[in-house]
C-alpha cells in the first residue's frame, strides 16, 4: 500500500508494508516517524505493527532522497523468522532437519539468502536420510555413507515423496554450487519442495498408523 510521507522537508508517496516482519500479521502498518539521512543518502521510516498482541516498531529503508525513483523498500528491521511448524510425525523422524530448517530460517530474515539456500539444503539431507532410515533401519550405515540423491532413489519408494524429494535435491544443490541449473526457480521454490516432502510424509506415516491399529478383517482371518 502506498502512503504519503514527508522526510527532510520533501514529500513523497512510499509502498508501506502491509505484513509486521516481526509477528508476521497483516494490517495497516502506521508510519509513526520519518527521516532524510543525508550522510547514507536514504530515507528511514520508523513503522509500527497494528496487531494489539504485538504493536512491535520496525524501520524501514528506502533509496537516496535524492532520486527517490524506486518508492519500496530495501530492508526491513528487525525481522523474525516465521518458523514453519512441522507435524509430530517429520519431527520425530528427523529432530536435526527441523533444528538445521530453523536456523536457515533465522538467517533468511536478516537478509542472508546466501547462507539460508545452503541451510535449508542441509536441512533437508539429514531428512531425507533420517526418513529413510526409519524406514529400512538395517541400512543406516549404508544411508549414512550415501548420496541425498542415491538415497531418494534406492530407499525411498512412495513415488510422491520421490518426486518432491528429487527436486527439492535439485534445487538445493543449485544453492550451493557456483552455476545454477534451474535458472526459473529459486529459494522460494525450495522452500515448498521441501514443505511439500514433509506433508507426504506425514501422510504416509498417518496412513501406516491408521492401518496398523485398524486392520482389515479379511486380512485377520487369514
Same mark, same amino acid.
Given at each position: 500500500m502506498q502512503k504519503a510521507i514527508t522526510a527532510g522537508g520533501i514529500n513523497y508517496s512510499v509502498n508501506v508494508p502491509d505484513k509486521c516482519p516481526i509477528c508476521h500479521h497483516? /494490517? @495497516?502498518t502506521q508510519v509513526r516517524q520519518c527521516f532524510h539521512n543525508q550522510k547514507k543518502e536514504r530515507v528511514e521510516i520508523l513503522f509500527q505493527c497494528v496487531f494489539p @498482541?504485538? $504493536?512491535s516498531y520496525f524501520i524501514g529503508y528506502y533509496p537516496s532522497a535524492r532520486v527517490f525513483?524506486?518508492?519500496d523498500w530495501y530492508y526491513l528491521t528487525p525481522q523474525e523468522p516465521e518458523i514453519i511448524i512441522f507435524k509430530k510425525s517429520v519431527a520425530d523422524i528427523s529432530p536435526q532437519f527441523v533444528n538445521i530448517? *530453523? $536456523?536457515a530460517e533465522k538467517a533468511r530474515a536478516l537478509g542472508l539468502d546466501d547462507i539460508a539456500g545452503p541451510g535449508y539444503r *542441509?536441512?533437508?539431507e539429514f531428512l531425507i536420510k533420517d526418513y529413510a532410515k526409519s524406514l529400512t533401519p538395517e541400512k543406516g550405515k549404508d544411508i549414512e555413507k550415501k548420496f541425498a540423491g542415491a538415497v531418494v532413489d534406492e530407499y525411498i519408494a512412495d513415488k510422491r515423496i520421490q518426486a518432491a524429494a528429487k527436486r527439492a535435491l535439485?534445487? /538445493?544443490n543449485d544453492e550451493t554450487h557456483y552455476l545454477k541449473k534451474w535458472e526459473s526457480? @529459486? !529459494?522460494e521454490d525450495l522452500i515448498v519442495l521441501i514443505k511439500l516432502t514433509t506433508d507426504w510424509i506425514d !501422510?504416509? $506415516?498417518l496412513s501406516k498408523k491408521y492401518v496398523r491399529e485398524m486392520p482389515d478383517e479379511k486380512t485377520e482371518k487369514k
Open positions: 497483516y /494490517g @495497516d @498482541d504485538c $504493536q525513483t524506486n518508492r530448517y *530453523k $536456523q *542441509k536441512a533437508f535439485w534445487l /538445493g526457480h @529459486d !529459494i !501422510i504416509e $506415516q
